[in-house]
DNA sequence: CTGTATTTTCAGGAAAGTCTGAAAATTGGA
DNA sequence: TCCAATTTTCAGACTTTCCTGAAAATACAG
């Protein structure tokens, strides 16, 4: 591997955690190589770089541009194409989510729907649908979260985070305010409930 | 596979999705063919379903207790250990993300921060100390809103996600009615101030 | 302590996944 | 069109991970 030591390490070990997730470690190294370089890079640069061969990194490449993870860009009187990781890290944690949601959660939803819809032929099988029944509703809090925060903007995005449960302290507070007897506050309850139901 | 036929669905199907997470297809079968029975079972009774060898039941299970994932049972008369999955799916999906930030983000996080405290030696390990500044803060951000919203019961947790982006609307709301001029506004200004830092 | 039921370990075979070099395909300039 | 630069493909070597049966370890009743 050719590159300054705090590259390296890095590198490394993104490619080692990435083996955990089930990402080949190489791809990892790719992705994590263009992650750190300052400007664009051409395949024979990661070459270089990583010390692996010109057709892994080919293969590598195309495996990531298949989760949507790569920018591309020509370089003016250059024939080679060039590869970055976009520079926004919320975007890129986006796009890893929603790639990961389309290939695995997706189907994994219509596979416990399709089994929710069959009638059980033995009680196991019907308890076993009990089971897959709560998952399918976790799955579907999850996702649904996910969709409706997914659409906030970065800037917002931050702010819901940074609150983490405090919500549930401003939500206690609503509640407070909102239920006290009087024309007034009725007035704002409606106003609050406008707010919160879309 | 000896299963009911929504029972062998599910497994399979599981199994394959364990698969993609960086976990053992079989280990993924033996987490769903308890996840998915009606009482615990002991070894033999998966290989029996799963036409596994007892063997593999048995690395099967140790890497599955070493996630936390399993409750152990003793049954009067019986020398055989038998095994669930706990009933509340909310615990099991936070079990299974604790085990994951203990044994994959934690770790990151302080290679990261190694990283960061290091004197770069050249421009690029400059600019890669930049970007990994970027992931740190985002993996703070996020690690740190599980650490909050994880304390919550199960109760709260599931209004709280169901509320989804909604929540910043609640947020404007408080805005608006706490920054109105008047000593009452004020007075409950600091009411909700207290409720939001903690 | 002995014998039986049960679980665990582990060497080595099987399967799956990864990597490479050589060759084919593609691209764009002349 | 041809040619050289570049990228992609893919068979087979190599590596890693997984799975098994046999043997060892453990647990416990008698």
Redesign the interface.
Known sequence: MN?????E??VL?FGE?G????INRTDGQIYAVL????RPLCADEMVERLGISRSNVSMGLKELQSWNLLRQRQIQGDRREFFTTPDD??AI?RTLVDERKK??IDP?LS??RE?LM?T??????K???A??R??HE?IE??T??Y???Q??ETE?L?????????????????DR?FTLPGGKAGN?NR??NQ????
């Open positions: 590159l300054p030591p705090i590259c390490a890095f070990h955690m083996s955990r997730w089930g992650f750190v370089s300052e890290i919320y944690v290939r695995e994994t596979v416990l089994l069959q059980p032929g033995s009680d196991k099988d308890h076993a649908q089971r897959l709560d998952m976790l809090l999850l649904n979260w969709a409706d925060v659409k906030l917002r931050i702010q819901l985070l940074s609150l983490g449960s405090k919500v549930v302290k401003v939500l206690e507070l609503k305010l704002l106003v609050a707010n919160t139901n879309d």
